[in-house]
């Protein structure tokens, strides 16, 4: 898969989010990258593979002084993703999903309550 490809698979994720999400969504960028750094995985103490990661003060902690900040940052790697070797439809669904989790962080969602709904 190409990256053209990859990032195509990222946008439409994005456009298929729901309505109300969209609506909410604020002040984050989606980017894609090939692998992630050592830093990122030493933030937040990765033991296995890395496919996505939010970066930034969810909307349910930002209060008041938030405002003039630098956007957010939703990372989904690529490399990681390919290297699961799934084929090409399960391969989609799993980038899907990635982009899902990672908006869910941006909306305030951990991940202990996302494992619980199967994300």
Known sequence: ???EEFERIVDEALEDLP???LEVVDNVTVVVEDWPTPE???RVDAKGTLLGLYEGVNLHDRAGYYSGAMPDRITVFMYP???MRLPPARL???IRK???HEVAHHLG???ERLHEIGY
Do not use: C, K, S, Y
């Open 81 to 83: 993703h390919l290297a």
């Open 40 to 42: 990122q995985l030493e």
């Open 19 to 21: 309505r109300w999400v």
């Open 92 to 94: 989609r669904r799993q």
């Open 109 to 111: 969602i951990d991940d």
């Open 98 to 100: 990635t982009v899902l």
């Open 1 to 3: 898969m190409t990256r």
